[in-house]
Each structure stands twice: as C-alpha cells, then as structure tokens.
Nanobody, 129 residues
Framework: QVQPVESGGGSVQAGGSLRLSCATS????????MGWFRQAPGKEREGIAT???????TYAVSVTGRFTISEDNTKKNLYLQMNSLNPEDTAMYYC???????????????????????WGQGTQVTVSS
C-alpha cells in the first residue's frame, strides 16, 4: 500500500467545520484498520477516529459527537467531518493505516497509534477563537 495523501485542512473560527479527505491505494479486499490521528506542537500524538473493514468506528472522547469518520464505496477515500471546532482542535491531522486485526481497530488505550503502519504528510487545521 502506498502512503496516504491528506487534504482539506485550513483555518476556521471556533464553531466552524472542516472536512478532511484522505486518498489511499485502496483496501477493497481483506481486513483493515484505518483512521486519523493528530499532533499539536509540543504534544503527543492523539488517535481520534478509526474505521475498520466492517465499517465499525471508534472515537476519542475529545471528539465524540463532533467528528465523524467515513469512507466511500471504493474503499479508497477516507474522510473526517469535523464540526463545532474549537482552538484545542488545532493540530496537524494525519490519515493512517494500522497493522491491526479488525477487532483491535480502536483508539482506546492508544491501540491504533501502537499499530500504525503507514501515514501521510498531514494537513494542518487551525482554529481561532
């Protein structure tokens, strides 16, 4: 699989929305675990959302109810819809694939981050108050 390519970042005011996109080479066959993580300057990586080959999703507490992860029918494009953004969401956002069994595809306990296999260059999201 080639490196994912993210897009859609930008600058918004608090309360605004952005939709991030991620182009991959596709995971049309077999089990997979994909997701998004973010990293702000001086902070550790934070796994924020995952989706597995069955369409099951998990979210970090910090984004639950505000962010939605999805993929298209081709299984080649991943999305992250981000609503009600706040300044604490400012970070570089990365799309990633993890070498994890489907039943371990979760952001809980840092599992997704521990299984990272490939990720993109990232797209910057900046939220101003």
């Amino acid at each position: 699989q080639v490196q994912p390519v993210e897009s859609g970042g930008g600058s918004v005011q608090a309360g605004g929305s952005l939709r991030l996109s991620c182009a991959t080479s596709g995971y049309a066959y077999g089990s997979y675990c994909m997701g998004w993580f973010r990293q702000a300057p001086g902070k550790e990586r934070e796994g924020i959302a995952t989706i597995d080959s069955d369409g099951s999703t998990t979210y970090a507490v910090s984004v639950t109810g505000r962010f939605t992860i999805s993929e298209d029918n081709t299984k080649k494009n991943l999305y992250l819809q981000m609503n009600s953004l706040n300044p604490e969401d400012t970070a570089m956002y990365y799309c990633a694939a993890a070498s994890l069994p489907r039943y371990w595809c979760t952001v809980v306990a840092g599992t997704f981050l521990k299984g990272l296999d490939k990720w993109g260059q990232g797209t910057q999201v900046t939220v101003s108050s």
